[in-house]
């Protein structure tokens, strides 16, 4: 859409087209042009974005990649990030229980399949997973992956070497852990771990073999800088993954009372990403429907994957309004088999396909 615009001259290629078509070329974006990214004009929305679809569709073309996330373990949490519904120094009313059995988390693994996601998420709260939140994992992994062929991804706190290796045996495929912010705001966020546990986990996923994923949340009354920071320094760990969340401002938490974005704002945040990261997956996370609401179509012209259905603690939109967005684009999704094949088709049809319109 935005680069027929282009082409048939309705929005003039300039400079962020011009950048875009540097870094295709070889060049990298710098720190300072990041920042020049976010404190950008809004008039130049339109054509920021041209900018990061051209990079995007230069990777990847017009695919998205779906996600579906299980919260396998809710609450219980030992650590005071002030973002999160489920730590220690939360009062919001939420779910807690320990880890799901296994018959639950296939069980989930086959509700993301028949979401027609492409990677299913095993998600637990806590510092560090358990021994038996080891064995429950490990163990539930090769039967999902036999049964459905999904790429797994497993988001378990910190992660020691031998933890990393043992995730990478049973056949995970990529390991969260997000940075969350820029090195200097991070004691603003969080005290009882630090930075450099969370770089320190991510290098130990990386020498296991393991794929990265790792990201951040806007809006956490951090400045742009620190967020540029941030992307810098996941462009310097090689993190192929990277889900940019934006605030949701839950009751109970130290954030409940933040507002800092709009719409405009979090989608210069998104083609920031693509700018400094052009070849790596960027997935636009939670929140995005509270502050993107009406441009969340825009988004994917920035980023190529999204999360289907809800998040840990909070809903997310109906997944036939995902679908109905991403086939309004023209674009097409990228799901698994059960030998674990990548196929690109259309989203379902929303009006003939029932798993399109549950909750």
Not at 133 to 149: D, F, N, W, Y
Request: charged share 25%.
């Amino acid at each position: 859409m935005i680069k027929g615009l282009i082409d048939q001259g309705a929005i003039p290629a300039g400079r962020w087209s011009q950048r875009a078509q540097r870094i295709l070329g070889g060049e990298l974006m710098t720190p300072a042009e990041a920042n020049e990214i976010l404190d950008s004009p809004r008039e130049e929305i339109l054509e920021l974005l041209s900018g990061a679809y051209r990079l995007r569709s230069h990777y990847f073309g017009n695919r998205v990649q779906l996600y579906f996330l299980v919260n396998a373990k809710s609450g219980i949490c030992p650590e005071d990030c002030h973002y999160c519904s489920q730590s220690k120094i939360s009062d919001a009313e939420i779910p807690k229980y320990k880890i799901l059995s296994e018959d639950e988390l296939l069980e989930g693994a086959r509700r993301a399949a028949q979401l027609h996601s492409r990677t299913y998420c095993i998600v637990i709260s806590g510092r560090s997973p358990t021994p038996q939140e080891m064995r429950t994992v490990t163990s539930v992994v090769p039967k999902i992956k036999q049964e459905l062929g999904l790429h797994i991804c497993a988001c378990l706190g910190l992660l020691t070497p031998d933890l990393a290796r043992e995730l990478k045996a049973c056949g995970v495929d990529r390991v969260n852990h997000n940075l969350n912010t820029g090195e200097d705001h991070y004691e603003e966020i969080c005290t009882t771990h630090t930075y450099a546990d969370r770089v320190e986990t991510l290098q130990a996923v990386r020498d296991a073999g393991l794929e990265m994923c790792s990201g951040g949340i806007i809006g956490m009354g951090e400045q742009h800088e620190h967020i540029v920071q941030m992307a810098f320094a996941l462009r310097d760990l090689g993190v192929q993954s990277i889900p940019v969340n934006f605030l949701n401002p839950i009751d109970g938490t130290p954030l409940e009372d933040r507002n800092d974005l709009d719409p405009i704002k979090s989608l210069q945040h998104l083609a920031m990403f693509r700018f400094v990261n052009p070849d790596r997956e960027i997935r636009i996370a939670g929140g995005r429907e509270i502050q993107l609401r009406s441009l969340q179509p825009l988004g994917l012209f920035a980023a190529n994957s999204i999360f289907v259905g809800d998040y840990l603690t909070t809903k997310g939109q109906l997944p036939a309004r995902d679908y109905q967005m991403i086939a309004d684009l023209g674009f097409q999704i990228v799901v698994r088999n059960e030998r674990g094949e990548e196929i690109v088709c259309d989203p379902p049809e929303v009006r003939n396909d029932p798993l399109a319109i549950v909750t």
